[in-house]
């Protein structure tokens, strides 16, 4: 029998937390091979336009700069499948901020100041960046992120709603938001050969290798992308970004090795952002609060270059049952770097205005939050009708209302003071939903009794090895320290990225297949094993292609405790619980840090993170973390994650859903609410910041 700590579930300590901290982890920028050039990307300074002219000459007199590439002397690319790639193709300018030249140098330093002296030409065209409910360009897609249907109608909500005895009619605001992870995309690329190796800072490196393969013509086999140690993404590093291609680019046209970062200040506008929301959320109910109409419109922006609709509709689909129900997604194009995934796209942005339209409709009831989502919450998936594979929102507001002492609240608002601060608490549901790929996973046996897992997994910080070796260990029932575990490499058996809360899932599947063969394969085996051990393989295609009867989503529940200045218009979050249910917990150390750090980041959303467009040039007006405020740990007072048992056999062999982003989807509604409940004053555009609180104080 395997020891307690292999097992799933354990909170084993994640294996590479000393490489980390000692410096020895290496990430994409710190591979440098010899004779190694330094990348300085240039960005366009208008909104919309095109460059007539790049004058290099005294930037190629700075001492030390080797080149500098333009649209007129860039190696020519194929047609990208994703159209920001197509970096130094052409004159046009999409966007503030799109890469107009790279200057190449023998350091960052000298390539940086090349960058400061180039003298650009431009020629503007009239640019419209601002997104309103009434703009012209809207139109309905056809389809949202994820493959969504825009449109989505069940029942004729128009006449629910209006014979409904009590409505919320509210819209709700957000502002961009950024991405902004610790390690910023950085490639090193140079070629041997006519093999290409990169050190890429991605989620997915198979999908870098895929991109790179297609604008060079390459044979995939001729292309090694490595993402060993990523530092955080958030959905950044989901997709293949530009510094792959300008590092691979520059390393041809150079014949050195390049190394590439782009800049804190210029990620804002290349490497996608959440997308601004106006969202209109109709709720009609019974005065017991029984719902009878729904209705979740939404209007975002997208570029021009390519057609990106956040789907914060989806989650109105899911959450609270409804014989009438519309969900609605229109979209226009305008003059904007492209939008993107961000943490939790679709269900962090929609969640926010939905649960707060509940907590609204609460108020109007005269009723509690929890019971009006207990009231509401349903057998089967609304919008498709399929029952829940398992739905544990109830235990988890239940668990949650418990632990964080909601039942001695006073409902009344604006009622608890302390001082010169307003207290208040909130509460708010969370969903998100199962997904898994395709993967396939190597499992091997040596003959010294140690077991290696192979598959091309990406640890995005979230503690990737450490589970994956716990699920191998589980399976072949040996201890987890004899199993090692290799990923981040294209040269291993391929993986899909790490993205939608779907890796864990994804890689543990194969892994799990490939190492139960294996434990198949020893148990029937007699004696001692051959000098070259024994090999599994696991391939998920059919066991991910299925269809399943079942609609399968995590679930969970936030409570905030708010408190808010009556004289500067403050809000701090004084507690912050979310609890969770998730299907098996598969480490508690690394689940808890995924559910906290979520939590955290929904403090952001809700307080201090905000990203306007300036109309006049165009630019994000706040693109680095002296201008973009992350939460720090002065705004992370008490938080508190816990989940619930959730046994569900209709997921994966592990039992388990995606946690990577759950923690964020209901946070911002809660921490809303609980400032109504400390103000009495409804906001409905976040983020919280003193300036728009302060006016609704007395």
């Not at 333009?70 to 159209?83: C, F, I, Q, R, V």
């Not at 330093?109 to 601002?130: I, M, N």
């Not at 294209?490 to 790490?498: G, H, R």
């Not at 998730?582 to 979520?598: D, E, H, V």
């Amino acid at each position: 029998m395997p020891h307690a700590p292999q097992l799933t579930g354990a909170p084993v300590v994640r294996r590479e937390a000393r490489d980390k901290v000692t410096g020895t982890a290496r990430y994409a920028a710190e591979h440098t091979p010899p004779g190694t050039l330094y990348a300085w990307p240039v960005p366009a300074t208008i909104a919309s336009g095109r460059v007539t002219a790049v004058r290099a000459v005294d930037a190629l007199a700075v001492p030390g700069v080797h080149t500098v590439l333009t649209h007129d002397n860039a190696p020519e690319l194929a047609e990208p499948e994703d159209p920001i790639l197509a970096v130094l193709q052409n004159d046009r300018v999409p966007h503030h901020g799109w890469p107009i030249a790279l200057v190449v140098a023998e350091s960052p330093e000298a390539a940086r100041t090349g960058a400061g002296r180039l003298l650009v030409e431009y020629e503007s065209t009239d640019h419209d960046v601002t997104l309103t409910e009434d703009h012209p360009g809207l139109y309905t897609p056809e389809e949202a992120n994820g493959g969504h249907p825009a449109v989505r109608k069940r029942g004729d909500f128009e006449r629910s709603f209006a014979a409904a005895p009590v409505q919320v009619d509210a819209t709700y605001r957000l502002t961009s938001l950024h991405n902004h992870p610790m390690e910023p995309h950085a490639a090193t690329a140079r070629w041997a050969e006519g093999h290409l190796t990169v050190h890429d800072s991605s989620q997915g490196s198979n999908t870098v290798r895929d991109s790179l393969a297609r604008v060079f013509a390459l044979d995939p086999e001729h292309i090694t992308v490595v993402s060993e140690h990523v530092g955080g993404g958030f959905g950044s590093k989901g997709t293949t970004r530009p510094q792959a291609v300008l590092a691979a680019m520059a390393a041809r046209h150079t014949g050195h090795p390049v190394k590439m970062v782009f800049p804190r200040a210029q990620l804002a506008e290349v490497v996608g952002h959440r997308a601004p929301t106006i969202q209109r959320v109709r709720l009609g109910a019974d005065p017991d609060g029984t719902l009878h109409a729904v209705s979740h419109e939404i209007d975002t922006h997208t570029s021009t270059i390519k057609e990106f609709v956040e789907q914060a509709a989806v989650p109105a689909r899911v959450m609270y049952g409804s014989p009438d129900s519309t969900t609605v997604h229109r979209v226009t194009a305008l003059d904007v770097p492209s939008p993107s995934w961000m943490r939790a796209p679709g269900e962090a942005s929609g969640m926010y205005a939905l649960e707060s339209a509940m907590d609204e409709l609460a108020s109007a009831l005269g009723m509690d939050p929890i019971e009006l989502r207990l009231l509401n919450d349903p057998a089967n998936e609304p919008d498709s009708d399929r029952p829940f594979s398992s739905r544990g929102l109830a235990a988890c507001l239940r668990e949650g209302a418990s632990r964080f002492g909601w039942h001695g609240r006073d409902p009344r608002p604006a009622v608890r003071q302390e001082g010169r601060w307003l207290l208040g608490t909130g509460v708010a549901s969370a969903t998100y939903p199962v997904m898994a790929s395709r993967c396939t996973a190597r499992a091997h046996a040596a003959a010294d009794g140690t077991f290696r897992i192979e598959v091309n997994a990406t640890d995005i910080g979230t503690g990737a090895r450490t589970v994956l070796a716990q699920i191998a260990a589980s399976a072949l029932a040996v201890d987890v320290e004899s199993v090692d575990v290799r990923i981040g490499s294209t040269d291993l058996p391929a993986a899909p990225l790490a993205g939608g809360s779907s890796g864990t899932a994804s890689w543990g599947w194969a892994v799990h297949k490939a190492a139960t063969e294996l434990a198949e394969r020893l148990g029937a085996h007699r004696g001692p094993l051959p000098a070259d051990g024994f090999t599994a393989t696991g391939d998920t295609e059919e066991e991910t292609a299925a269809d399943s009867p079942y609609a399968r989503h995590a679930f969970g529940a936030h409570f905030a405790e708010t408190a808010v200045d009556s004289v500067t218009g403050e809000v701090r979050v004084r507690r912050l619980l979310g609890v969770y249910a998730a299907g098996k917990i598969l480490n508690a150390r690394t689940a808890r840090s995924q559910f906290t750090g979520g939590m955290v980041m929904g403090i952001g959303m809700a307080l201090t993170e905000g990203s306007a467009i300036d109309p006049a040039f165009g630019d994000f007006t706040a693109k680095d973390l002296a201008a973009y405020h992350v939460p720090v740990c002065a705004d992370t007072f008490d938080i508190q994650a816990h989940w619930i048992d959730e046994d569900d056999p209709h997921l994966n062999p592990m039992g388990s859903k995606g946690i990577g982003e759950i923690g964020i989807v209901g946070t911002a509604a809660a921490i809303g609410n609980a400032v109504r409940h400390a103000t009495g004053a409804r906001l409905r555009e976040l983020p919280l910041t003193p300036d728009r609180v302060l006016p609704y104080l007395p």
